[in-house]
């Protein structure tokens, strides 16, 4: 299952305020976790899909710069968008 225009649009709204802020750090942060998720469900099936295996850990790493980012910019919107996405740091 993809990741749809429609689930992308709730996550905008939701995270970024509206549909068309798509390039808030929190959104986008959102954004890629759902991406992760959808990628480990299918590695736990797929344990041998060495290319989604590196896409998985391409966007592990841009959610963690993206992460140190938020944090050098406002602490409590970090904080709140760890404990939203229910993230451990």
Known sequence: MQLTAERKKEIFKQFGGNEANTGIS???????????????????????????????????????KLLSFLKEEDISRYRNILKELNLRK
């Not at 954004?31 to 099936?45: A, K, N, P, V």
């Open 26 to 64: 929190e959104a986008q942060i959102a954004l890629f976790s759902e991406r992760i998720t959808h990628l480990t469900e299918h590695l736990r099936s797929n344990k041998k899909d060495f290319g989604t295996q590196r896409s998985l850990m391409r966007l592990v790493g841009k959610r963690k």
